[in-house]
């Protein structure tokens, strides 16, 4: 770097040559040279030099004088003084002039040398410091045009992002676009995914106060390839078209879900300036936003959509519809299912159902244990007299759904066969009562031979099946009546042991393992003895017949406290998945190869869950197919006597 101008003034060319070639030419300075006052105004004002070396005393004008004449000019440059005549008010005056340092002759040439490096390092440091100073106030400048730019994209992108309707979106997108890049036409496409046809949806010109919707697939090549490249396409890049094409062309890509959704474009015709770098980052910025909002309405429709056919299948359907989430808080429920509970919308949407509802049969639902499948199930009463199944099945990552669907028309439809069974039943007992007793009495006519003891004995066999099958049926009838009921405090365990005593020689002649695990101290329930050893009978008989031989039956007692739950596991042929809803069904029989050999007329089972619940219990099973099958019932426990 050459080093800096120095002026030197004396009228003794001498000092002048002396001071040029000995000491600030051999150091690098340039050196001017003045031997006068005026010629060294006129070089000082020409030549701008960076310090001055200025004599005191010269003819015509003398230093002051030209460091006046210089002050006058508003020029402030560094000076040293150098003197024959020094003295304390020259040396004031001077500095008052601005002199930076002050040497009287004789001067020592390594003192001059050090004033001289001393003032231009102080120069310089002042003047890299205004430097510096000018740098700062540009990049501020220039700052805070970025913050003013960015805060309108950002109020831009926050109106767009509000906007949840697809073409008022994509309209506001363009109006941004035209105001961002103050360009000509602005317009933009998106790709329809079924069909992969990108297609101008919004298109606005200058003279266009809003943009306005379209549909049409574009075949322009300059978007194509921004939608294949989803690189930002500029035109014509700055110096590589002479003469300039006619029109400056811009477009971005609108990115999101890690693709291309779409172009945003802009154009500006002749003879405006064409789009710069600094347009396109504009331009980038919005578009960016711009996908994420687009995503959003996109996403918003989609769950409207969902939501609308939802509201249809609500409003529509005539079972009863509620779904919670895993608090237990509604989160949408059909108009059938508010009305039913005699509640309005508000009252429930958002609310805890148990507790708006205030429905026993629904805490009872809630708490009853699960099925294999997750679904729980029991028959709600309401309080308008209709009785609905209710089903509460989980919803993975929602909660739970409960469907009520009402089947009072069954109910009652099932009452009338029961009543139509208990008629036809009691008719048929007192013939076949005469039946049997002729039979019986049919030895006392005389000798039978082998041949019509053996059909008397046959008919005999098949009066008493039918007997049994009429007996059940009335049986039944009854428990659902709640006749022959009388509760009292029971001993599960001695039923058990009772139960399992008749028919372990049942078992063990089919080569089968019957054991019973209970503990000691089983806590009593209120109970009927003979039902309960009915249910104990039923559940093991079927065990037995269910259970190809060599198989494991065990019978389990436990106690949690308020209820006593006995289970029945089995090896056996156990029951497929669809028939398990039915499987407590009146007359319900599993259709199969191994149960059709097996005689039955499917009313065991329902006998046992009447019993089960007419004693306040609950009965349920879980089964697989070709394994086993357990039947667990629990009954509440006897409240103990409070003294
Ligand atoms: P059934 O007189 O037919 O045995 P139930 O009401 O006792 O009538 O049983 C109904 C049906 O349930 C039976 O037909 C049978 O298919 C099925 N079932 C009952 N218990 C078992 C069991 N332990 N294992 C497999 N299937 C069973």
Redesign the pocket.
Known sequence: MTKETVLIVDDDIRNVEFLRDSLLVPSGYTALCATDGEEAVRLALTEEPDLILLDLQMPKMNGFHVLEALNRQGREIPTILITAHGSESVAMQAFRLGVRDYFPKPFKAAEIMEAVERSLTEARLRREKEELAVRLEQVNRQLEQRIKELTILYGISKSVASLLDLDRLLARIVEATMYVTRAEETSLFLLDETTQDLQLRSVQGVGDREARPVRKSTDDTVVREVMDTGLAALSPIAGAHEPPPLESRLAVPLRARGGTIGVLHATRKMAMEPFSDRDRYQLSLLADYAAIAIENARLFAEVEEQRSKLETILVGSEDLIVVIDELGLVLLASPAAVEAFSLEMEEMIGKPLLEVTGSEALDRLFNLPLTSNGVRSLEIPLVDGRTFHASLSPVADVGWALIMRDISHLKELDKMKSDFVATITHDLRSPLTAIQGSLALLPELGELTDEQQEFAERAMRNAEHMDTLIRNLLDIGRIEAGLEMEMEPIRLDAVIEEVVANLLGGAKSKGLILRAVVPNDVPPVRGNHTRLMQVMT??L???I???PRGGKITVRVEDDGDHVTVS?S?T????PAH?EAH??DKF???E?AE?RE???????????KSIVEKHGGQISVE?TEGE??T?CFSLPQVEPESD
Do not use: K, P
């Open positions: 039923n559940l008989d079927n065990a017949r269910y259970t029945v089995d056996g042929v156990g029951i028939a499987i407590f319900y029989r599993v199969g149960t097996l005689e039955g007329i499917g009313l065991g089972l329902a006998t046992v089964s086993g099958s039947f």
